[in-house]
């Protein structure tokens, strides 16, 4: 289970990698635009949509990445003072009817709007913007598998815990 998990875990790391360079990008284009518009007086929709694009693949991208260390937002009033098996526990609950249940529905109310956008090769959200729409919707899917496969990874860790605690 281990073996699986740092595959998994892998992943997450390579994906990381790369949104690391799309933060980098999205933080140069915004300073691009506004160079553009205060000291030249222009202004491009598609740039701006550009960054858009950037700031959603970031967070969509990122969000396996930041599951695996464990840098989403938690509420741990009671979580910090219970031991390793209690955390186990109560992360397995998690993983499986919060993260699992709730990507699942995601990805399966989402796949038709995106299934369609594909179809047409939708285009820009804004006259004069980036013609891909339908690959900004593509990351809805892609969030929701790159996330399951490290609520997986976790999941195969908390196993491991409980069998360990036993």
């Given at each position: 289970?281990?073996?699986?998990?740092?595959?998994?875990?892998?992943?997450?790391?390579?994906?990381?990698?790369?949104?690391?360079?799309?933060?980098?990008?999205?933080?140069?284009?915004?300073?691009?635009?506004?160079?553009?518009?205060?000291?030249?007086?222009?202004?491009?929709?598609?740039?701006?949509?550009?960054?858009?694009?950037?700031?959603?693949?970031?967070?969509?991208?990122?969000?396996?990445?930041?599951?695996?260390?464990?840098?989403?937002?938690?509420?741990?009033?009671?979580?910090?003072r219970m031991t390793a098996r209690g955390q186990a526990v109560i992360d397995l609950f998690g993983h499986v009817?919060?993260?699992?249940?709730?990507?699942?529905?995601?990805?399966?109310?989402?796949?038709?709007?995106?299934?369609?956008?594909?179809?047409?090769?939708?285009?820009?959200?804004?006259?004069?913007?980036?013609?891909?729409?339908?690959?900004?919707?593509?990351?809805?899917?892609?969030?929701?598998?790159?996330?399951?496969?490290?609520?997986?990874?976790?999941?195969?860790?908390?196993?491991?815990?409980?069998?360990?605690?036993?």
């Amino acid at each position: 289970m281990e073996r699986l998990a740092r595959a998994l875990d892998w992943v997450s790391r390579a994906v990381g990698a790369v949104t690391i360079w799309f933060a980098l990008a999205m933080v140069l284009l915004q300073f691009v635009i506004v160079l553009l518009r205060y000291v030249f007086g222009y202004s491009s929709i598609f740039l701006n949509e550009g960054v858009l694009y950037l700031h959603a693949s970031v967070f969509m991208l990122g969000a396996g990445y930041t599951l695996m260390v464990n840098g989403h937002v938690r509420v741990d009033i009671y979580y910090a003072r219970m031991t390793a098996r209690g955390q186990a526990v109560i992360d397995l609950f998690g993983h499986v009817a919060l993260l699992g249940a709730s990507l699942v529905m995601l990805l399966v109310y989402s796949w038709p709007s995106v299934q369609r956008s594909w179809a047409i090769l939708e285009g820009p959200i804004s006259v004069g913007g980036i013609p891909a729409s339908f690959l900004l919707k593509s990351l809805i899917p892609v969030f929701c598998v790159l996330l399951l496969l490290q609520g997986l990874a976790a999941f195969l860790r908390d196993c491991l815990k409980l069998r360990s605690a036993a």
